[in-house]
């Protein structure tokens, strides 16, 4: 279903900016409705996102840089099988 690699991320970054929009627009209504506990709550929705786009944004300009080769993209597979989850608090 993908072409390449970059495909892929290209495509996961398209829905993070989807998920920005509804969070966005969710926090519009919540603004509009004075609901300052939705507000509150969806604040770090807002902040996770922003986080989101900008990793997936990196990872683009990553396999631009190295063009689909074989190392490059070995390198940036095993960084990101090595990444850890981490709770938010």
């Known amino acids: ?8 991320f290209e495509e996961a ?3 993070e900016r989807y998920i ?4 966005n627009d969710l926090m519009d209504i919540a603004i509009k409705e004075n609901d300052h506990s939705v507000r509150s709550f969806l604040e770090w929705y807002v902040d996770e996102q922003v986080e989101e786009e900008a990793t997936m944004s990196k990872i683009i300009a990553r396999l631009k840089l190295i063009n689909g ?3 490059g993209l070995l ?3 095993n960084e990101l099988s090595a990444r850890k989850f ?3 608090e």
Do not use: M, Q, R, Y
């Open 13 to 15: 970054l398209e829905h």
């Open 20 to 23: 920005t929009k509804s969070i």
């Open 75 to 77: 390198t940036i597979d």
């Open 69 to 71: 080769e074989g190392l």
């Open 86 to 88: 981490v709770p938010a």
């Open 1 to 8: 279903e993908f072409s390449s690699a970059l495909n892929v």
